[in-house]
């Protein structure tokens, strides 16, 4: 099962396709009625209006224009999803189910999620939500059947109960285990670069551990969670188990809050998991202080890409590797490759290869079937991105890019050019920042040494990538490089298998989503010793 926020498979579907719309007039229809259907909040599992009857447009990225609308929740309206999940988990049993009929439950969302009527709608709302070619909201399908049926298998395996080895004097005379019980009732928030792979990476292996879920998307792409709490609910989930609360920031509606602050200020979450900006990772953790409350955060970062001169004889796939890095979702990934290094002796061709090779990147409207990059998510988003552009330009750095050629119904829509910045000089933010945009920075390095110096000189540790022929070299340079994980060879391969997380220390995050690392964020262990000799005593206190 190949996935990954790399998403290789779409890549490979993409280049199958062939012109003309990618998704038929019945996935547009379906998808139409989905959004008029679905965007409410989702708690007890039935669709509900937000107090007030309050809603936030939504504006589609290709064009720059609402198409739909989406409910902002109020503090009211989270309190009734937190008390929702809190029976579920509670009183009604959720937690206490066999894993294996929790499991089924999960294999059922996976199946219906690779029908080709559900796949496709939702297909289509993703593109048209957050921006993404067609193909690659099809790769991020994949990845969230694979992920509900990945932890459909290994859960119920992983809950059971572990002896545990006693060595000392007394052993003979007790017996220990572990038993793996669901933490409790989890706030998950995130972001809307894979709006519903983001959250599945949490939901999936948080159900099939028995907890119970509020998930709270991204106002800027919402629509394919809202319809998640409905999928859950028919393939047999308890009210309260997912429950989908949506909103916006303070700024969204006069005189409305912020839904996300709403939920991590509530006092009966037993923890929150967030994916999104190291900023409000930092209102994660200050939420959660006062309260002591476990808090997981998978935060951004600006991944090298370091390459060595042996790689010279493999330049095409160096150079495909190089740009799945880092222009898939319009770069707006927190893994991408976004920093290359390259050794001294290659700079030129490589940059010359890609600056080739981004000519041919067809940007366009997310829906066409021949479009490779979409739009940003938001005029912000577009804003901040061309702002570093210029910066790096003006700072010295070079810029490669190619002129946009849009038709007249896209010139509002939020796009940017895949472009390459080289010879950026020290210390520039274009190199340092996370851009979060279709944006490559390119430098050269002498040795090894100053390689791994400068590809570790970041205060991100979520990812990095190394490119040579030899074992050895790779070897040595992996174990130095700081990030949660490395690429041999390739880069932003995932599996659902493949725990995934920042390296702790640094401000990438800590905690794990994906493989058995991402269950253990949503179980509590529990230490049971005892004897079943019920005469049996160490008599301490006898007369
Ligand atoms: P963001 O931090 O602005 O928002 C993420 C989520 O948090 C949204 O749902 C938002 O509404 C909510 N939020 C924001 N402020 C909040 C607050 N004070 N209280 C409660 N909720 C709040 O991030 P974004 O712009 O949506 O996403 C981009 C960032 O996410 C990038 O930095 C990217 O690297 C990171 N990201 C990380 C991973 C990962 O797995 N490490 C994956 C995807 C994205």
Redesign the pocket.
Known sequence: MLVG?GLTCSRRAMARSCAGLAASKEAMDKAEEMIARTSSLFIDNKYVEAEGGHRLPVLSPADGKPFASVAHASAQDVDRAVRSSRRCFDSDGWPQLDPEARATILKRVAASLRTAEVCDALCVIESRDCGKPFAESQGDMGVCADTFDYYAEVTPHEMKAKAIALRDGDAADFAARTEIEPLGVVGC??????PLM?AVLKVAPALAAGCAVIL?????ASLTCCALGELVAAAGAPPGALNVITG??PEALEGGG?T??Y??DHASLDKVS????????Q??LE?SASKLRPTCL????KSAFVIFEDAGEYLDAVVDWVLVGIFQCTG????ATSRVLIHESLESKLVERLVDAIRKIKVGHPLAQDTLMGPLVSEGQKQKVVNMIEQAEAGGGKRHSVSLELSSDLQQGYYVPPTILSSLPEGSSAWKQ?I?GPVLAIRSFRTEEEAVQLANDTPYG?ANAVYSVDPARRARVVSRLKSGIVWENCSQVLFPSTP?G?RQGKA??FGF?QGLAGLKEFVCEKTVVGTSRPSFSWEVYKG
């Not at 928030?189 to 894979?194: D, E």
């Open positions: 926020r928030i995130t972001p809307w670069n894979f983001q709270k998307p991204s106002p800027l916006g920031p912020s996300g602050q939920l991590i967030f994916t999104g900006s190291g900023m409000a990772g209102k994660m939420a998978e935060l951004g970062g707006q990934v927190c893994s996370e979060f979520l995934f920042g990438s995050g989503e």
